[in-house]
């Protein structure tokens, strides 16, 4: 197992268009989280699945953001009709209880 | 609502100085991680600490905790080029998603 790997690692896009992240994250981890950080900033919780189960979501997840895992294996985050605000690095990690978090190498956005 | 606090949050240093850098947490935290980030690239976890008093060094580095006062440290030992980068702090909520609080991060420069 190579860690908790993501893709693509940029990403361009235009302002109103959609995209899509996808984490694969360690296969023995159940737990699975999302996270975004700007520019100077700490990264910021958005989601956490268990298994398949979408159990949290944080204030930050507006409605053009979802995420799903299918099968409780690989994730994806999607944000619709994106904004220049969107421009972040996107941050998957996974962990099994009571271990520590490993994180992938990102997805970096920016939206012009 | 966990919020955690770093301080400073920017360090220049010499090469071969000694300093300590400061957590803060507001909640009670199951555990305290420490977490390095080179610019552009995602997060290496450096430390976990589990317990009051817990203390875990890696080579120029040590970090401690102490949960009585929700203050976690990491003391850099004869600093080295090589530890340039940022340094994140975070806890962990407790029960349900279990989910990582950062701190804003402290960017080190160690300077030749």
């Known amino acids: 197992d190579t860690g908790v790997s993501q893709n693509p690692r940029h990403k361009i896009t235009k302002r109103g268009q959609n995209v899509t992240f996808r984490c694969d994250p360690i296969s023995e981890h159940n737990r699975l989280y999302w996270y975004r950080q700007t520019l100077g900033q700490g990264p910021e919780f958005l989601t956490y699945f268990q298994n398949e189960a979408q159990l949290e979501k944080s204030r930050l997840l507006s409605d053009r953001f979802s995420a799903e895992r299918p099968k409780g294996s690989f994730s994806t985050l999607e944000i619709q009709r994106t904004e220049q605000g969107d421009s972040a690095m996107y941050l998957c990690a996974s962990s099994q209880l009571n271990y520590g978090y490993t994180f992938g190498s990102g997805t970096r956005l920016t939206v012009v | 609502e966990l919020k955690v606090e770093q301080n400073p949050l920017f360090l220049s240093m010499q090469e071969g100085k000694n300093y300590t850098i400061y957590c803060n947490y507001s909640?009670?935290?199951?555990?305290l991680y420490w977490y390095r980030q080179d610019p552009g690239k995602s997060l290496e976890s450096l430390f976990v600490?589990?317990?009051?008093?817990a203390v875990k060094q890696e080579g120029r580095l040590m970090a401690s905790l102490d949960t009585k006062a929700r203050l976690s440290t990491l003391h850099i030992t004869a600093a080295v080029h090589d530890l340039s980068a940022t340094y994140f702090c975070?806890?962990?909520?407790?029960?349900?998603?279990?989910?990582?609080?950062f701190g804003k991060g402290m960017k080190l420069t160690v300077n030749p």
């Open positions: 909640t009670t935290s199951d555990r």
């Open positions: 975070a806890g962990t909520t407790q029960g349900g998603s279990e989910k990582l609080v």
């Open positions: 600490l589990l317990s009051n008093g």
